[in-house]
C-alpha cells in the first residue's frame, strides 16, 4: 500500500511548506513514520522521524529550529512543517514507514516507500 506525499512546491529562501504523507493502509497508528529527501546527483538523507505516538521524533542537524514532525492518527496522516526554508533544502522529500521499536535515523530501517514531491527554494 504505497503512501502518497503532497504540499511540495515552488517557494523563495525564508518561505514556509507543510508537506502530509497519508498512509491508506489500517495499521498507521502502530508505526514510526519518517520523512526523506534527495537532492539531484544526492543520496536520499533522513529528514526527521516520529514515533507511533507522536511522543518522540528525531531531525538531522540542518533542519533542528526549522521543521516540526507531527502526525494525526485519526488522519493517517504525518506532517512536515518547514519554516525558514533554504535553497538547499531544495530536493524531492519522501515519507516511509518503520516497522521497528524506536525512532530510526537509519534510511536502511524505513520500507514502503511512497512517491515524492518536489520541493524547490529559490534564493
Known amino acids: 500500500v504505497q503512501l502518497q506525499a503532497s504540499g511540495g512546491g515552488l517557494v523563495q529562501a525564508g518561505d514556509s511548506l507543510r508537506l502530509s504523507c497519508v498512509d491508506p493502509?489500517?495499521?498507521?497508528?502502530?508505526?514510526?513514520m519518517g520523512w526523506f529527501r534527495q537532492a539531484p546527483g544526492k543520496e536520499r538523507e533522513v529528514v526527521s522521524a516520529i514515533s507511533y505516538d507522536g511522543r518522540r521524533t528525531y531531525y538531522t542537524d540542518s533542519v533542528k529550529g526549522r521543521f516540526t514532525i507531527s502526525r494525526d492518527n485519526a488522519k493517517n496522516t504525518v506532517y512536515l512543517q518547514m519554516n525558514s526554508l533554504k535553497p538547499e533544502d531544495t530536493a524531492v522529500y519522501y515519507c516511509a514507514r518503520n516497522y521497528g521499536v524506536y525512532v530510526s535515523p537509519n534510511i536502511k530501517s524505513y520500507e514502503d516507500w511512497g512517491q515524492g514531491t518536489q520541493v524547490t527554494v529559490s534564493s
Open positions: 493502509g489500517r495499521t498507521f497508528g502502530f508505526h514510526n
